[in-house]
């Protein structure tokens, strides 16, 4: 009873803040996302009939407090599911810095929730496996589906799960990842963002948003798509800093990021466009033929980059593939 599996962190497009439900993290509304690659987290899982208690590490580290909390959370489902009480050996690794912006709870959590489904033979669809992930963090569920996703909001399983969306923009997106490490606190931002008085007014136009998203993406209209992602981060820091702990993400490189990419635009007429999640690091978002251009900029900010593409689903690896 052991698996491997791999998956991809996500950049956010039309991002979901908030919960409705903190044990079953059920978001306030839809939300779609893409995955990017080749950035990664692996995860390896056993399931030990004769273990005395769980363990839990990332990167050879042990995960303590709220942490390994979140992942006993999806560990304890699986078993629940399963019918089985066995003790849980669980090892992941990221490709990518962690904690700084670029989603590695989402590819954490959605590995985890792979292998997890496959060391427990569950035989599960990834829309349903991806109910799974969304027990450690909601934007998990869309990393194991991959690619372009959509979370849709309900009060159960059967309605909170993600499903692919395609469209022909997978092959042509690039995605220059400018890193601005600086902590961040997503949890709690989530756990209070009802509590901005401009929670509501993010509410009243989320759901065109995400119509607007979709047919973009259908539409495979890449200046419509990111454009939306662009305003759509804006939106979600103002609700962010106005809730009740006043979170500001953003620093200076941030701010020098988004001045590049929009002289880039304005300027120069290259198709480029800034998202962000809840972090400093920011997603420039642009196509194959202006992607030196794109990274030659954002680096003269004085930021380290990465190029990153499209990545797929959450998938199962070979034995050899294993962390133990």
Not at 16 to 30: F, I, K, T
Not at 126 to 139: D, K, L, Q, Y
């Amino acid at each position: 009873m052991k698996a491997t599996a791999k998956a991809h962190p996500i950049q956010g497009l039309i991002k979901y803040h908030g919960m409705r439900d903190e044990d079953l993290r059920l978001p306030y509304h839809d939300s779609i996302s893409v995955c990017t690659a080749p950035s990664h987290t692996k995860t390896t899982v056993e399931f030990r009939p004769d273990g005395a208690e769980d363990v839990y590490r990332i990167g050879g580290d042990p995960v303590e407090g709220r942490g390994a909390e979140r992942i006993a959370d999806v560990v304890d489902y699986v078993r629940e599911l399963a019918g089985i009480d066995h003790a849980v050996r669980l090892e992941s690794e990221n490709s990518f810095p962690s904690n700084i912006g670029f989603g590695s709870s989402s590819s954490g959590f959605a590995a985890a929730a792979m292998a997890l489904a496959a060391a427990a033979d569950l035989g599960m669809t990834r829309p349903e496996v991806s109910t799974i992930a969304r027990r450690g963090s909601s934007s998990a569920a869309r990393a194991v589906t991959g690619a372009f996703s959509h979370l849709y909001s309900g009060m159960n399983d059967e309605d909170c799960r993600s499903k692919r969306i395609e469209t022909d923009l997978e092959d042509d997106l690039r995605i220059v990842a400018a890193h601005v490490p600086a902590y961040k606190e997503t949890e709690e931002a989530h756990r209070e963002a009802a509590a901005s008085h401009m929670f509501q007014a993010r509410m009243a136009h989320v759901h065109h948003q995400i119509d607007e998203m979709r047919d973009a993406l259908f539409e495979a209209d890449f200046g419509r798509a990111f454009e939306l992602a662009e305003h759509d981060s804006l939106s979600l820091t103002a609700t962010t800093m106005t809730g009740p702990a006043g979170w500001v993400y953003w620093q200076p490189d941030t701010i020098a990021v988004f001045n590049a990419v929009r002289k880039l635009r304005e300027q120069d007429d290259v198709p480029v466009y800034f998202s962000t999640d809840t972090g400093a690091s920011v997603y420039v978002n642009t196509t194959a033929d202006y992607v030196n251009t794109v990274e030659s900029a954002v680096a003269d900010v004085g930021v380290d980059t990465d190029v990153w593409e499209v990545g797929g689903p959450a998938e199962i690896l070979p034995d050899s593939a294993a962390l133990f």
